[in-house]
């Protein structure tokens, strides 16, 4: 019989399908479908500090005779926000039967760890930083930031965060980082317990009929799990120690586990994701498009590869393929096109 059950940060999880940071899953509706149809685990839609902020903003310019309403604004504004997004963790946790993640995305430190605080203290199973700005300013004397100084801002929030807080830390990043594995490696050495890769971020476009500045596509295509793939089975490779420590409570893995996310609309896909060594993968383009059911399908697939391939448990194929485990690792290294006909 085929075990579809993964450990993932430190959480057990009963297939490695997870419902990424969405829309979708701000609704209790949609997360109760999903926690039905066979997903691993469900990562709530992301607290933003810069709505919270932004809403803050638009109502003090709606009220700007009242100056002294400043500090009552902020604080309401902010805790009504919080406070939804805490019964969201609640409702959630009542009603389903996987691990719930809460997901923040702040640029104040103190933020960070108190909403983190918060969201343990909701009932929520893990926490995922969605952590990124872009390093520009349109301050005229502002001095651009080094790559080194972006990373230990990222990494002194994880570490706030990590020491604030008992549950698993997961850091979701994007691609644009000077050096991925240095990046990571110093993720897991601040407590980041898992890391997603990548973070899809809103891509703006230019509407040449209205001439203005438009959304381009929210959804993901096939062939962007590429570049997933190709990081994931590199840092499966290099990231994972056979080292373990002792936390009082047992034995607890020393490593870096990793997650894929962004073009993951089919069972096959995912498949070749865990083969290269991802742990999990984070579906959200797929639900959008075709339901919270369809993670049914993608157990479904699962469940028939490794009955054909001969696979009782996932782990057992999981990072067979990646950069250690092949006989050509350069494969994953090229960056030009060489010759490349004969694979078709």
Not at 106 to 127: L, P
Not at 155 to 179: E, F, L, M, R
Not at 256 to 266: E, P, W
Not at 285 to 298: C, K, M, N, R, T
């Amino acid at each position: 019989m085929t075990d579809t059950t993964v450990n993932y940060a430190g959480l057990r999880l009963k297939s490695p399908f997870i419902a990424a940071s969405s829309g979708f899953t701000a609704d209790i509706d949609k997360i109760v479908a999903l926690s039905r149809s066979g997903i691993g685990a469900i990562v709530l839609k992301s607290l933003f500090e810069e709505q919270i902020n932004n809403e803050i903003g638009f109502l003090e310019s709606q009220s700007a005779e009242y100056t002294e309403n400043a500090d009552f604004l902020n604080h309401y504004v902010q805790a009504y926000a919080v406070g939804k997004y805490l019964d969201l963790i609640k409702e959630a946790k009542s009603k389903c039967d996987v691990p719930i993640i809460a997901s923040i995305c702040c640029y104040t430190v103190g933020n960070w760890v108190s909403y983190a605080r918060d969201m343990e203290a909701a009932g929520a199973d893990a926490i995922e930083l969605n952590i990124y700005s872009m390093p520009l300013s349109t301050d005229p004397s502002f001095v651009c930031k080094s790559s080194d100084e972006i990373e230990k801002e990222a990494c002194s929030i994880v570490q706030s965060v990590a020491a604030n807080v008992g549950i698993p830390v997961i850091v979701k990043i994007s691609d644009q980082y000077t050096n991925l594995l240095g990046f990571m490696a110093r993720l897991k050495a601040n407590g980041a317990r898992a890391v997603v890769l990548f973070n899809r971020f809103y891509k703006p476009d230019i509407s040449l009929k209205s001439m203005k500045l438009v959304s381009g596509n929210m959804f993901s295509s096939k062939s962007e799990y590429l570049k997933s793939l190709r990081w994931i089975a590199i840092a499966s490779a290099k990231l994972q120690s056979t080292s373990a420590k002792h936390d009082g409570n047992g034995v607890v893995s020393a490593n870096l586990d990793l997650s894929a996310s962004t073009g993951v609309h089919d069972g096959q896909t995912a498949i070749k994701l865990l083969l290269a060594g991802a742990k999990t993968v984070q579906l959200c383009s797929a639900l959008y498009q075709q339901g919270p059911f369809i993670v049914e399908d993608f157990v479904g697939y699962l469940k028939k590869f490794m009955s054909d391939k001969g696979f009782d448990k996932v782990a057992d194929f999981c990072g067979m393929l990646n950069y250690a485990n092949i006989s050509n690792p350069s494969g994953f290294e090229r960056v030009q096109f060489l010759k490349t006909a004969e694979q078709y």
